[in-house]
């Protein structure tokens, strides 16, 4: 059967794009980025396709936008309005990769957030954590937001090194079940770094 994960972190800048790749390698899963806001020359469309084989497709993003800021903020700039009715995953008879930006709670417009389009599209979740002071709350905050909303947390994932009493509060709060990957901490990505990682991680998914 065909994973189909949406892919969202603990906060903003905790390595989503490089666990996409990852994931994207090991699974030869399709990739879609739904809203690209800012670094369009670079965007983590282009950055997957560099960092994977070619035997992955990336679909097109909804809505590519300037201004490298918070989604509602990039649109309004463009004055545009993202609005949730408007996605829809892309056909693919493929596993199905769907990265968000930011965090749960980054908006969207004023009134909807990643985590609505989370359920709009009726997606179980990858979760992405790594080592910083404060996350131990934002891992806990996202994971009982994701549970209050009833939406399904399929894999959690350790990204770099974790201090030894961070991880062990982090990894007693998780679902006994639920599955967890560790990422080792990258200080340069290539192609074959991606790929020897996807290789080692591709039991555990």
Not at 10 to 28: D, F, R
């Amino acid at each position: 059967m065909y994973k189909k994960w949406f892919i969202t972190g603990i906060g903003t800048g905790i390595g989503k794009t490089t666990v996409a790749a990852i994931l994207t390698e090991a699974l030869k899963a399709d990739y879609w980025k739904p809203i690209q806001s800012g670094d369009l020359q670079n965007s983590d469309s282009k950055i997957i396709q560099v960092l994977t084989t070619n035997t992955t497709q990336i679909h097109h993003e909804q809505y590519r936008l300037e201004l490298a800021a918070s989604p509602h903020k990039s649109a309004l700039s463009e004055n545009i309005e993202i609005e949730l009715s408007k996605f829809s995953l892309p056909k693919t008879k493929n596993h199905l990769l769907v990265e968000g930006a930011g965090g749960l709670f980054v908006p969207l417009n004023e009134k909807d957030f990643i985590i609505d389009l989370i359920q709009h599209l009726d997606l179980k979740v990858v979760l992405v954590a790594n080592n910083y002071l404060g996350c131990i709350n934002h891992t806990i905050l996202s994971i009982e937001a994701l549970i209050q909303r009833e939406i399904s947390i399929d894999l959690f994932v350790f990204n770099g090194n974790f201090d030894e009493d961070i991880h062990r509060i982090i990894y007693n709060y998780l679902p006994k079940e639920l599955k967890k990957i560790y990422i080792p901490e990258l200080t340069k990505l290539s192609k074959d770094k991606i790929k020897e990682i996807a290789k080692k991680i591709h039991k555990s998914i």
